[in-house]
């Protein structure tokens, strides 16, 4: 009676043994299954992220190429400006000029018509 009792205790034993064994492989695959699912979500997330970052880099180079040519644009309109101003200024500058010579003509003319009917005075009153 002894032996088949220990028997039977050591087959409850055994049996519980390989359940358990069973069990745990169970849990190990889906530890497994759910470890590649969190790696490939990741992976996911990474690619992801890493098509933002290209996305934002290119964005940002795009946004710097439209700076640079309005920057571009500013400084030939500037300096268009600029030449047309110098244009306009040295235009004025040489009608003043000319201006000021007409009158110093006008002048020494005036003074010299003058000096010669002083002149034509002297000549009658003599």
């Not at 992220?49 to 190429?65: F, I, M, P, R």
């Amino acid at each position: 009676m002894k032996k088949v009792v220990l028997s039977l205790a050591l087959v409850a034993v055994l049996g519980l043994s390989f359940t358990s064994c069973r069990e745990t492989k169970e849990k190990t695959g889906d530890a497994v299954e759910n470890a590649a699912d969190a790696a490939g979500e990741a992976v996911e997330n990474a690619a992801d992220a890493a098509g933002e970052a290209v996305e934002n880099a290119t964005d940002a180079v795009e946004d710097a190429t439209d700076a640079a040519g309005d920057a571009v644009e500013n400084a030939a309109d500037a300096a268009g400006e600029a030449v047309e101003s110098a244009t306009d200024a040295a235009t004025d500058a040489a009608n003043d000029a000319v201006d000021s010579a007409k009158d110093a003509a006008n002048d020494a003319v005036d003074k010299a018509v003058e000096a010669g009917n002083d002149a034509a005075d002297k000549m009658k009153g003599n």
